[in-house]
């Protein structure tokens, strides 16, 4: 660069130019593809936290149940 | 000059100086005459003769060429490509581009130059364009790649030609191809986190399934136990 006057372009020779696009074009295939990839896992955890939403209702709901027995069966007395 | 009491042929052929009052011939002694002496050479003895060739070539039989095969013609169905219509090029005619080397080369005017137009000027040369000035062709030219469509890119560079990029340019890209190694370290620590996130969540679920076995098993029991008194 000390070489380079000021204003003056210097270019720099590429010897396999379309063996690089294609490498390019490689990557930007492969970014979709992990784009797409990374979609898929964003919707399997949406799907999963809908799931453990609905398992945290039902286990409220178990747990809710489990108390009115516990009432039922051990305090017969204050009924 | 022609010596008095010399023949004819000595005044013919020889060269004859005088210096001062003195006439100095250069004879022509040493050399033969070719026209005097090819006449009275000998002649050489002639050639030995052929052995098997003295015969006469009367005898040798006469053979009929016209019953001679016919020279095979080459299909034309066979000429791989013989119906293809030939490319035109289109190449610029080569008295184009020495005109317009020609232009470029010309110097430009010159301004305040007096006592110039004084001075004698020598008469201009003409100049043989054929063969000096005919411009050299760049063995590769510059192709800008920015903004420019890649498809555009391959149609416009031919194979085998060199091509450039601006330093600044590939520099630049050279900074962008660490920060995506960069990017993809980190992706690569990402993805090793949530793999750990994942063995994780598969331990807790596996705990979750065991407890709800226990808790199945323990209900069971006491079902049984409720209901076994009735």
């Known amino acids: 660069m000390k070489e380079q006057r000021s204003g003056m372009p210097v270019f720099v020779k590429i010897d396999e130019y379309k063996e690089i696009l294609d490498v390019i074009d490689m990557i930007k295939g492969k970014i979709k593809e992990i784009r797409e990839t990374l979609g898929s896992i964003d919707r399997l955890r949406n799907d999963e936290s809908a799931e453990l939403t609905m398992w945290n209702n039902n286990l409220s709901e178990i747990e809710k149940k489990i108390d009115v027995i516990d009432k039922i069966l051990f305090e017969p007395e204050q009924t | ?230």
């Open chain 2, 1 to 230: 000059m022609p010596l008095r009491n010399a023949n004819k042929s000595f005044n013919k052929n020889d060269i004859v100086y005088q210096i001062g009052c003195v006439l100095v011939g250069f004879l022509k002694l040493l050399k033969r005459n070719k026209k005097e002496n090819l006449e009275d050479l000998d002649l050489p003895p002639e050639p030995p003769p052929l052995e098997g060739f003295e015969e006469d070539f009367s005898k040798l039989p006469e053979e009929d060429f016209s019953k001679l095969p016919d020279l095979p013609t080459f299909p034309e169905g066979e000429i791989s490509g013989s119906d293809i219509p030939m490319p035109q090029f289109d190449f610029p005619e080569r008295m184009e581009i020495i005109q317009d080397s020609a232009k470029e080369s010309i110097a430009p005017e010159f301004t305040n130059l007096s006592g110039i137009g004084e001075m004698p000027m020598a008469p201009a040369e003409p100049v043989d364009f054929s063969t000096e000035l005919i411009p050299e062709l760049p063995q590769s030219t510059p192709i800008e790649l920015k903004n420019v469509p890649e498809e555009a890119q391959l149609k416009e560079i031919p194979s085998g030609k060199t091509l450039y990029v601006r330093v600044d340019e590939f520099k630049t890209t050279l900074g962008s191809i660490n920060i995506i190694r960069s990017d993809l370290r980190k992706a690569e620590e990402t993805l090793m986190k949530l793999e750990g996130i994942k063995t994780a969540k598969d331990k807790s679920f596996d705990e979750v399934r065991s407890a709800l076995d226990d808790l199945q098993k323990r209900l069971i029991f006491v079902d049984k136990t409720l209901f076994k008194g009735e």
